[in-house]
């Protein structure tokens, strides 16, 4: 199974030794750990208003270049990167920062039974990381989108009005202050009436 890589900026404000932002230097580690071969100074992004930035050169033998995800909060950013054939999205928040009662605005009645095992904040980063991926724009509302969970506690689907994608999850916890969600889904749509439903 292809792993998700994520790296976090070696420094959380202002601009890294090297000049280069925080967020842009975490995405060029994040490609190097999933491209050993490549050189993070050889890694160019381009910036894409309102999505994410595109890896548009990496050596280190792959053919299409990976996919990366930014996040920034507080001053401190982090990236994931997958290979082609995946979408990737990031999210980063303060833990605590999402209250129960918000949830009724972002998340679907099916979603809220999930409260029993994460909280609030990492539905939230959890959605927004999914958003992210399917890099969805300011007319898609946060509940047009759900999440399906499995019994094992793993996110397994993301659905999109009539459409599906199998999807999978990581979460972090940076030094107890910040929750850090990974969502990645395969490229191609689901038949949503095989193997979504559940």
Avoid: Q
């Avoid at 967020?23 to 490549?38: E, H, K, Q, S, Y």
């Avoid at 972002?106 to 609030?120: H, K």
């Amino acid at each position: 199974m292809d792993t998700v890589r994520c790296s976090l900026a070696a420094k959380c404000s202002g601009t890294c030794a090297d000049g280069r932002r925080p967020a842009g230097t975490a995405a060029r580690r994040a490609v190097a750990r999933l491209m050993p071969a490549a050189d993070p100074g050889e890694i160019r992004l381009v910036r894409r208003p309102r999505a994410a930035p595109r890896v548009v050169s990496a050596t280190g033998g792959s053919d299409e270049p990976p996919r990366v995800s930014i996040t920034h909060s507080g001053g401190c950013a982090a990236a994931a990167a997958v290979p082609s054939g995946w979408l990737v999205g990031i999210d980063m928040e303060r833990a605590g920062s999402v209250d129960d009662s918000e949830t009724r605005f972002f998340l679907s009645r099916r979603e809220r039974l999930e409260l029993d095992r994460f909280d609030a904040t990492t539905l939230w980063c959890l959605k927004e990381a999914a958003w992210k991926a399917l890099e969805c724009d300011g007319t898609v509302a946060f509940k047009e989108l759900e999440l399906r969970f499995g019994a094992d506690g793993g996110l397994h689907v993301v659905r999109m009005k009539d459409r599906a994608w199998r999807a999978r999850a990581r979460v972090l916890r940076i030094r107890g202050k910040w929750i850090v969600a990974v969502v990645r889904v395969r490229e191609y749509v689901l038949n949503p009436l095989r193997g979504a439903a559940s």
